[in-house]
């Protein structure tokens, strides 16, 4: 996963890099959602304390935000194919 590419859509170049150098130190975890959701809510905690703001506690993360729930995959997109520009 290409995180880094974020950093990109910072207006502020002090920001951007900080977020580069938290993504060194703390490399993506996303082998499933619970913890890419853990690796998220641990790499916005390392912005907080730089901050000096409070840091989220991350075992709380599902009962703030929800947690995806689906069975045998049944979140995947599942679209048909289209005609773009053959006039259908």
Sequence with gaps: MQM???????PCKECADHFKEVLRANPVQAGSHEEFSQWLCHAHNVVNRSLGKLVFPCERVDARWGKLECE????????TSTNFGKGT
Excluded: K
């Design 72 to 79: 045998q995959r049944a979140c995947d997109l599942q679209g």
């Design 4 to 10: 880094a590419i974020l950093s990109r859509m910072y």
